[in-house]
């Protein structure tokens, strides 16, 4: 079935620097995929849409110059979490919806972001 | 904004009795209504889900309902295993169908099921 792949699992980093997280398809292609933050047993909120071949659509409250969205093909998106500071330690998931029609929105595993 | 409002919060059953998960949403527009287990670190699993125009959707022992007039929508496993111990969340979309799949989900309930 449909898998979409979240990688790194795990990453801490110190203040300051920036980190990025890959979300791919891995056997369907994806026009669209969208970004979550799910803080600890909090449930999950939308911060982005990724758009292939265009820019990422935000949601209210999400700065777009801290959390860079990059879709460049239709298997793969990036968010590129800059300037990393202690607060945006989170869980964040990707997820996507393949092509067939009515298909579920399928996620990844999460990216444990820990800043130090 | 449009929200999704979920309870219990908490939910602590016996093996082999039945958990119930109610949720109501505001966006009229939603039409997909997806429920997904989320296991400690990982991604939410999705487990079943309904569309506007089905009012009932059974997957062995779970099954969903829908009231699209009143805007709510239920989870019910039934035999609930230790194995079912999980956060559940429910979730609507964002408008309707060409909305891409963006989701609002609950804010998920902590099923225990007890041996």
């Known amino acids: 079935g449909a898998v979409v792949s979240q990688h790194p699992s795990r990453v801490i980093c110190k203040s300051g620097t920036s980190v990025k997280i890959e979300c791919r398809s891995l056997?369907?292609?994806?026009?669209?995929m969208f970004w979550y933050r799910q803080f600890p047993k909090q449930s999950l909120m939308l911060m982005a849409t990724?758009?292939?071949?265009?820019?990422?659509?935000?949601e209210q409250g999400v700065e777009k110059d801290k959390f860079l969205i990059n879709h460049a093909s239709l298997t793969l998106s990036t968010l590129t979490v800059t300037s990393a500071h202690p607060e945006d330690s989170s869980f964040y998931i990707c997820?996507?919806?393949?092509?067939?029609?009515?298909?579920?929105?399928?996620f990844g595993n999460g990216t444990r972001l820990t800043v130090t | 904004g449009e929200n999704v409002e979920q309870h219990p919060s908490t939910l602590s059953v016996q093996e082999g009795d039945s958990a119930v998960i109610k949720c109501t949403y505001s966006?009229?527009?939603?039409?997909?209504f997806p429920w997904y287990k989320q296991e400690l670190g990982k991604g939410p699993q999705l487990i079943i889900d309904?569309?506007?125009?089905?009012g009932e959707k059974k997957d062995q022992r779970i099954a969903v309902t829908l009231n699209k007039t009143a805007k709510h929508f239920s989870l019910h496993i039934t035999e609930t295993q230790p194995e079912d111990s999980a956060v559940y969340f429910c979730?609507?979309?964002?408008?309707?169908?060409?909305?891409?799949?963006?989701?609002?989900f609950g804010k998920g309930t902590s099923l225990l099921v007890t041996p």
């Open positions: 997820s996507a919806p393949s092509r067939q029609v009515n298909s579920p929105l399928h």
């Open positions: 056997d369907f292609q994806a026009t669209t």
């Open positions: 990724s758009n292939e071949g265009s820019k990422a659509t935000y």
């Open positions: 966006d009229s527009a939603s039409n997909y």
């Open positions: 309904i569309r506007s125009n089905v």
């Open positions: 979730a609507a979309s964002i408008g309707g169908s060409n909305s891409g799949y963006a989701l609002n």
